[in-house]
């Protein structure tokens, strides 16, 4: 089902191809850039435009499709604006309007055009008759498929000449994000491959090291060595090794997130809680390993074990 539709120039997920200079009435050596994007009413209802200030394009109100304008957060703050609803903005080459002026109506949080690499750009919202490229369309959730052949039969039926194409706005965004989604793919199965690598050699060596130790278990066991110690004693070498590990591959691995993260305006912090979570999940994979050869060992008959050579 249908909730809303509009229509836009550019829509979010994709890029902006219109930026003119802006300024403030009497303060034309202040200018800033600012994307134009020509929309129709629905259009920021249609895609969940969230207003800060003001309100939305109103189809009752003429001025608004004159000169009326809405503007992102961004661009409040590229313009210096503390109080913006109300406010003239002077737009170079807007023709349409007396003194190439419109009035701000509205501000709305900023929508992600661009990848998360670029900081959000100061944007505009007008109503005009021209530029609109693309139709957003807003569905209830449920079976889309049975809409969307609905709407193609409708886009078939009015221009029959344009071939019908569409994409829902997760696929979209994430197409911008296409390389780091198959880089953390590759880096998932190379993970998986490494921890299973990881897991064979800490067996194989301490399948080795109870190998050269049965006697000594043995003759510990034989003089009143508890099991607990006996593991103990066995472990004890591998936590020191894996602490050694965490603490040579701590430093790297931040370096290297750290890297990566300032390829992007919008960015998590590292924080050093997913670096201990790893340690820890590292030392228990390690521990559960070890531990489980050291109880066979250490429960073994010493009997056995003296008689090893």
């Keep these: 089902m249908i909730k809303s539709i509009g229509v836009a120039q550019n829509a979010p997920g994709n890029t902006i191809n219109n930026f003119s200079p802006a300024w403030l009435p009497n303060q034309s050596d202040q200018k800033t850039d600012l994307g134009q994007i020509s929309v129709d009413h629905d259009f920021l209802k249609t ?45 170079q080459n807007n023709v349409d309007t007396p003194n190439n002026e419109l009035e701000v109506i509205g501000v709305i949080e900023d929508m992600q055009y661009f990848t998360l690499r670029e900081a959000s750009k100061p944007i505009m919202y007008y109503i005009k008759d021209w530029g609109k490229y693309e139709i957003a369309i807003k569905l209830s959730s449920g079976n889309y498929s049975a809409t969307l052949k609905q709407i193609e039969a409708i886009w078939n039926d009015i221009a029959p000449q344009w071939p019908f194409s569409f994409q829902f706005m997760d696929e979209r965004i994430s197409l911008n994000y296409k390389s780091e ?23 194989g060596l301490i399948l080795f090291t109870i190998q050269q130790r049965t006697k000594e278990i043995g003759i510990r066991k034989v003089n009143g060595a508890k099991v607990s110690e006996v593991i103990a004693m066995l472990n004890k070498d591998f936590v020191k090794w894996v602490a050694i590990a965490f603490v040579i591959a701590t430093p790297i691995a931040w370096c290297a997130m750290h890297n990566w993260l300032e390829n992007f305006a919008y960015k998590t912090e590292l924080s050093w809680w997913i670096f201990a979570l790893a340690g820890l999940l590292t030392l228990v994979i390690a521990m559960l390993t070890v531990s489980w050869q050291s ?3 250490a429960t073994k008959n010493p009997v056995e074990a003296l008689r090893y050579e």
């Excluded at 895609?47 to 961004?74: Q, W």
């Excluded at 198959?182 to 067996?203: D, E, M, Q, R, Y």
Aim: proline fraction near 1%; glycine fraction near 10%.
């Design 181 to 203: 989604i198959n880089t953390a793919k590759i880096i998932t199965g190379l993970s998986g491959i490494s921890i299973f690598l990881s897991f064979l050699g800490i067996l």
């Design 295 to 297: 109880w066979k060992a």
């Design 47 to 91: 895609v969940g435009a969230n207003f800060v200030a003001g309100r939305d394009f109103d189809i009752n109100v003429s001025s608004d499709k004159t000169t009326g304008m809405i503007i992102n957060r961004s661009a409040v703050k590229a313009l210096n604006l503390t109080d913006p609803i109300g406010k003239k903005i002077v737009i």
